[in-house]
T-cell receptor, first 111, second 114 residues
Framework: DAKTTQPNSMESNEEEPVHLPCNHSTISGTDYIHWYRQLPSQGPEYVIH???SNVNNRMASLAIAEDRKSSTLILHRATLRDAAVYYCILSKKTSGSRLTFGEGTQLTVNP | AAGVIQSPRHLIKEKRETATLKCYPIPRHDTVYWYQQGPGQDPQFLIS???????DKGSIPDRFSAQQFSDYHSELNMSSLELGDSALYFC?????????????FGPGTRLTVL
């Protein structure tokens, strides 16, 4: 399975944008890029996913490199509630695929 | 909106005892996943079910078994409990009809083995 690499931790200030990087140099053509986050004492929560094109939703934006070997999750205005561990996960095209959590990025948001 | 329900939320057992964790997926979701998260660790996939059949199996010990019932709820049965089984157990559900492979996680069951 293709692996992802993320920084262990990042810090941001409240109301500033946050760019969370993820490297996945061995990604295959059928791998979707998913982002989940886990707030303290909660189950993981879906954030966004994409295949080749950049994606936007109400929570975040996902920028995918042209060669798909890296991606960046963008939180446009970080809030204190965005403090969480963010996981970049590759998942096969088939529905029902397991999520393989690697070592995500612990995001700290400073007031 | 309805979410994934897990019960119990907390469970304390002694070594060598058995435990049963229950998961009630979001209505109309037909796929259930189980994940284990040890202290300070990342969630690890255990097993999944689609339409009451096992669809995928991860690093689930032989002492554990699981099934999905006709109403789509799932149970994770754990026997001969060991100290190392102390962890958060998350259940997630999804439906191929809805967003692609988006998994909705429950609040988890915290199992403590003494």
């Amino acid at each position: 399975d293709a692996k992802t690499t993320q920084p262990n931790s990042m810090e941001s200030n409240e109301e500033e944008p946050v760019h969370l990087p993820c490297n996945h140099s061995t990604i295959s053509g059928t791998d979707y890029i998913h982002w989940y986050r886990q707030l303290p004492s909660q189950g993981p929560e879906y954030v966004i996913h994409g295949l080749t094109s950049n994606v936007n939703n109400r929570m975040a934006s996902l920028a995918i490199a042209e060669d798909r070997k890296s991606s960046t999750l963008i939180l446009h205005r970080a809030t204190l509630r965005d403090a969480a561990v963010y996981y970049c996960i590759l998942s096969k095209k088939t529905s029902g695929s397991r999520l393989t959590f690697g070592e995500g990025t612990q995001l700290t948001v400073n007031p | 909106a309805a979410g994934v329900i897990q019960s119990p939320r907390h469970l304390i057992k002694e070594k060598r005892e058995t435990a049963t964790l229950k998961c009630y997926p979001i209505p109309r979701h037909d796929t259930v996943y189980w994940y284990q998260q040890g202290p300070g660790q990342d969630p690890q996939f255990l097993i999944s079910f689609y339409e009451k059949m096992q669809s995928d199996k991860g690093s689930i010990p032989d002492r554990f078994s699981a099934q999905q019932f006709s109403d789509y709820h799932s149970e994770l049965n754990m026997s001969s409990l060991e100290l190392g089984d102390s962890a958060l157990y998350f259940c997630a559900s999804s439906s191929p009809i809805l967003r692609f492979n988006e998994q909705f996680f429950g609040p988890g069951t915290r199992l403590t083995v003494l």
